[in-house]
């Protein structure tokens, strides 16, 4: 069961979610999975070492020799030196302080002040993580035992040129914002617009989903209350949102929760990925059947981000609101961008939202699902089993059943199984 210290400390039974230090029963169940940790445009080869947190761990991305990417603890072993200002040389990482020397496997190589023919450094075992590179991120593996399989999600799964992975620095826990992904209903309104004039301002709610001859954004606004279905998968949870689009059409749109902490959304997904209890990176993949644009995708970005990955609309400014915006254009007078939108909503609950004073609706019916399942899941990882989703089989990496779609279909149509008409990668396409 989970531990009574945590649940009887937490404001709700929810937040031992929350907690994902090292022996929490949170960061217990994310250190099964493997996690991002930088962008891979972080670390360029002959670059300099990264210090990052995760998971609340200190630790230090660099790349050896050879191109390949390590992760060790952050200060070094003997006197607690900070490694990201070592020197990459001889296989590894070397402290400039005494020049202990580390290889990506934390084992202490060289101790240059020790005795000639002294084998302490055996005894020195620096921390260690395992790495891999896919779809422009490092991904990190801080559980026990053999890293388990990274799935073949269909956002990381495309050519490089089709592939755009980011990433922005949120003021709050890593839950509250994965949740706004998978609340279907919020689109209606915080995301919706009264004016389309300018479809510069926002091309993904101003373009129509397939079969539609009408924006999302008309959409959504059109049926502001959606029918919503959820069900258990072996990956999470898939989420459908039906609204009316017409007499004789359905707007649907499936989405997905991830374990443990990931989303997949039409033409996207990624993960929600703690710094420590309070902070979080949100590292999200654009993927496209053709060729994107990705240099003019970098410059957009800077309109709305400083380099080093945080919104220029933050808690500080008030997010910059325009309340003349809010008369005429837009509900919330938060600018064209999405992810301003969504940086308010999970921030401006408090870094830790406080779940004792929720009032859960119809609405949330797939956060209510979802957190039913990763409770569950810490029960399983607590009795010594792995947790769902932990792929361990290389022959069952394929996600092709991991489908997320908008599109208008007839009322004729199942929309329950109309996800399986769209079981192959290639047929997502960038809005």
Not at 234 to 244: L, M, P
Not at 313 to 335: C, F, T
Request: some cysteine; hydrophobic content about 30%; overall charge negative.
């Amino acid at each position: 069961m989970i531990e009574e210290a945590f649940v009887t400390q937490a404001q709700s039974p929810y937040d031992v979610l929350t907690r994902t230090g090292p022996g929490t029963p949170g960061g217990d169940l994310l250190r099964r999975y493997w996690q991002p940790a930088a962008l891979a445009e972080e670390l360029p080869v002959g670059g300099a070492p990264v210090p990052i947190k995760l998971l609340g761990e200190e630790l230090v991305l660099f790349r050896d020799e050879l191109g390949q990417p390590g992760l060790i603890g952050l200060h070094c072993a003997h006197r607690g030196a900070d490694l990201s200002y070592g020197r990459l040389e001889d296989g590894g990482l070397r402290c400039i302080y005494h020049g202990w020397l580390y290889d990506m496997n934390g084992r202490c190589l060289e101790q240059p002040g020790e005795p000639a023919g002294s084998t302490f450094h055996e005894r020195i075992h620096q921390t260690a993580y395992p790495c891999l590179e896919r779809a422009g991120i490092v991904f990190a593996y801080l559980g026990p035992g053999d890293p388990p399989q990274l799935p073949d999600y269909y956002f990381i799964s495309g050519p490089e040129e089709c592939t755009f992975a980011h990433k922005y620095f949120h003021d709050c826990n890593y839950l509250q914002s994965n949740e706004g992904n998978i609340d279907p209903s919020h689109l209606s309104y915080l995301h919706h617009f009264m004016k389309e004039d300018d479809t510069r301002l926002a091309p993904s709610a101003f373009s129509a989903p397939e079969g539609a001859g009408i924006s999302s954004n008309t959409l959504f606004g059109r049926d502001q209350s959606p029918r919503l279905e959820v069900e258990e998968t072996d990956y999470g949870v898939r989420i459908f949102s039906v609204r009316t689009a017409s007499p004789s059409e359905t707007y649907l749109r499936v989405t997905n929760f991830i374990y443990p902490n990931g989303f997949g959304i039409p033409t996207q997904g990624g993960w929600h990925v703690p710094i420590d209890d309070t902070h979080h990176w949100k590292f999200q993949i654009y993927r496209g059947s053709s060729p994107l644009d990705l240099p003019r995708m970098k410059r957009d970005m800077l309109q709305t981000m400083t380099p080093d990955y945080h919104h220029l609309r933050s808690r500080a400014n008030r997010y910059l609101q325009n309340r003349d915006e809010m008369k005429v254009r837009s509900i919330a007078g938060l600018g064209p961008v999405f992810q301003n939108h969504d940086n308010w909503a999970t921030e401006s609950p408090g870094s830790m939202q406080n779940r004792s004073q929720e009032h859960v609706a119809y609405t949330d019916r797939a956060i209510i699902k979802a957190r039913e399942v990763l409770l569950r899941a810490i029960r399983q990882v607590q009795a010594g089993n792995d947790p769902p989703h932990v792929i361990r089989n290389p022959e069952q990496k394929r996600m092709s059943h991991l489908v997320s779609l908008q599109e208008v279909i007839p009322n004729s149509a199942d929309w329950r199984d109309h996800w399986k008409t769209h079981m192959v990668p290639d047929t997502f396409v960038l809005a």
